[in-house]
């Protein structure tokens, strides 16, 4: 059975700074491929892997002072985030990452939303005993 985890009982942390009002946390985990032919055939024969890419997104409702400020002076940092539902839970760890962008919007009858992109050297996951 597939285990739900619940945003109202996760939590994001920076660093040791949790990080108040996230909506969504998103990333992506790729490694480059390749692909071998043999001389003369158009079929693949094998695949080789190459580079390991992680990228995360936060989205926070309005804003999140200690993301900025790492817009602002560049520095190394790490993202926890702590997936929860009842007893069960799973710890997402996102080393070595580094700010890349921010975009922030305001609709019409809601309230600022920002979202933060981050890339990181590597992702690991790990559930609770």
Do not use: H, T, W
């Given at each position: 059975m597939a285990l739900v985890f619940s945003?109202?009982?996760?939590?994001?942390?920076?660093?040791?700074?949790?990080?108040?009002?996230?909506?969504?946390?998103?990333?992506?985990?790729a490694r480059a491929q390749h692909q071998v032919t043999a001389i003369g055939s158009d079929e693949r024969i094998a695949v080789y892997y190459g580079a390991?890419?992680?990228?995360?997104?936060?989205?926070?409702?309005?804003?999140?002072?200690?993301?900025?400020r790492l817009l602002a002076e560049p520095q190394s940092f790490q993202v926890v985030a702590t997936l929860r539902h009842g007893d069960s839970a799973r710890t997402v760890a996102f080393d070595e990452c580094w700010l890349e962008s921010k975009d922030v919007g305001l609709a019409d009858g809601g309230h600022a939303e920002t979202l933060y992109v981050f890339s990181a050297t590597r992702v690991r996951e790990q559930d609770a005993e």
């Open positions: 945003a109202n009982d996760s939590e994001v942390r920076v660093g040791n700074d949790l990080v108040q009002g996230v909506r969504a946390v998103e990333y992506r985990s390991k890419s992680v990228i995360g997104r936060l989205r926070v409702a309005s804003a999140a002072d200690m993301l900025d």
